[in-house]
């Protein structure tokens, strides 16, 4: 069954620092992968996906097939990135329903 | 355009009351999707449908639950008998149907139920 897993429920750094929130994923064909943000008190809300290797508010995804990953990276966190971070993916047959992690919750300290 | 609608925000219910949960998709869009979040986890798949369609209720406990989106109106998602384990946020996601579209959410709804 397609399944993805997000080791880390909650990941704390500080103001400037590097972050990087981890996505593996079980599915043996073409995946697509979604990373979706939602910040306090606001909706869920798509921060990118991997076909549109897009670069959102400074966040980027890379899909590692071999390594069967999704992982999100940003150079410099800010404060305003504080927030929950679910990776998801949709396959072929799958009748376009997104697969959620259990998402991980970023806190950038001034 | 004033993205996904769902109301109530808020819904209380005692056991074995039951729940009506509605969903307006963004204009424009034909496909709905229904997950649960339960405590401490990620959304769960539901139920798939388009105008006057069930697509994929897969995620849809065999009882109690029923889902529609009629030509008019909007989406309901229905909750029958609910029991405490019902309680949860119930996400309403909307696309414009064509194949691996964006879904964007609704606010949600949360019930709980005494």
């Known amino acids: 069954a397609q399944r993805v897993t997000q080791p880390e429920k909650l990941l704390s750094v500080f103001k400037g620092a590097p972050v990087e929130l981890k996505c593996n994923y079980s599915y043996s064909g073409s995946p697509e992968l979604f990373w979706y943000v939602q910040y306090s008190r606001q909706r869920l809300q798509l921060l990118l996906r991997h076909i549109s290797r897009e670069s959102i508010k400074g966040f980027t995804a890379d899909l590692n097939k071999g390594e069967t990953s999704f992982h999100l990276k940003k150079p410099f966190a800010q404060e305003e990135d504080s927030a929950m971070y679910y990776c998801a993916l949709s396959y072929q047959g799958g009748s376009e329903k997104l697969v959620f992690g259990k998402g991980t919750k970023l806190t950038v300290n001034p | 355009n004033a993205g996904v609608m769902q109301n109530p925000r808020h819904l209380v219910r005692r056991r074995g009351q039951e729940a009506r949960l509605r969903c307006s998709p963004m204009?424009?869009?034909?496909?709905v999707y229904w997950y649960r979040q339960l405590p401490e986890e990620g959304l769960k798949f539901m139920v798939y449908l388009q105008k006057e369609n069930i697509i994929d209720e897969s995620g849809m406990p065999k009882e109690r639950f029923s889902a529609e989106f009629p030509k008019e109106g909007p989406s309901i998602l229905r909750i029958q008998q609910v029991v405490r384990g019902d309680s949860a946020a119930y996400f309403c996601?909307?696309?414009?149907?064509?194949?691996?579209?964006?879904?964007?959410f609704g606010p949600g709804t949360r019930l709980l139920v005494l």
């Open positions: 204009k424009g869009h034909s496909h």
């Open positions: 996601a909307s696309s414009p149907g064509l194949n691996q579209e964006t879904q964007y």
